[in-house]
């Protein structure tokens, strides 16, 4: 049973244009969000994370959006640039141990 | 990744071999984390730690044993390697004081043949 879920394991956008990714998950004891991005043959980089009493985040060209209602998130990237082609993995916490638990990433690719 | 050094980058096994995956941090941080990546899979959680001489179970635990008798290193071991453990390995940490994000290393990636 998928916890955290990323429907889709590609997206392809033009350089310059808004990207978007999205998250969903099912448990509700959830309470802190994540982005990471993760390049080949490296470990995942923490991009941008969202704690449950916010419904926004912003760090520079990446914004990250949580709905509670909906369990939903979503990252959005502007503008996007070719460095950004990436895997992303959503990932969420609950509890005090810190375990974290991930989505199947989404693969963004950003063309010149 | 700075920080968060595993070891070795890359191993070949038979099926049936025993072998130990080492990471090792100078950051001092408490809490340290075994993940494995399968092709579509993530990432999911194999055993942890929250400090030294602890270990816990996570997500996918069996085959695995792990130890932490130092705090800088959480040692994952496969007793008798099997073919599914074919997968990339990744280490992480948290620093639960500064309550940055965890952080990776690079990866094993193991290949059990």
């Known amino acids: 049973d998928q916890q955290v879920k990323q429907n889709s394991p590609s997206l392809s956008v033009q350089e310059g244009r808004i990207s978007i990714l999205n998250c969903d998950y099912t448990?509700?004891?959830?309470?802190?969000f994540l982005w990471y991005k993760k390049y080949p043959a490296e470990g995942p980089t923490f991009l941008i994370s969202?704690?449950?009493?916010?419904d926004k985040n912003e760090d520079g060209r990446f914004t990250v959006f949580l709905n509670k209602s909906a369990k939903h998130l979503s990252l959005h990237i502007v503008p996007s640039q070719p460095g950004d082609s990436a895997v992303y993995f959503c990932?969420?916490?609950?509890?005090?141990?810190?375990?974290?638990?991930f989505g199947k990433g989404t693969l963004l690719t950003v063309n010149p | 990744n700075a920080g968060v050094t595993q070891t070795p980058k890359f191993r070949v096994l038979k099926t049936g071999q025993s072998m130990t995956l080492l990471c090792a941090q100078d950051m001092n941080h408490e809490y340290m984390y075994w993940y494995r990546q399968d092709p579509g899979m993530g990432l999911r959680l194999i055993h942890y730690s929250v400090g030294e001489g602890t270990t816990a179970k996570g997500e996918v635990p069996d085959g695995y044993n792990v130890s932490r008798l130092k705090k800088q290193n959480f040692l994952l071991g496969l007793e008798s390697a099997a073919p599914s453990q074919t997968s990339v390995y990744f280490c992480a940490t948290w620093d639960t004081y500064s309550n940055q994000p965890q952080h990776f290393g690079d990866g094993t990636r193991l290949s059990i043949l």
């Open positions: 448990n509700s004891m959830f309470d802190y």
């Open positions: 969202i704690s449950s009493i916010k």
């Open positions: 990932a969420a916490s609950g509890g005090s141990n810190y375990k974290l638990t």
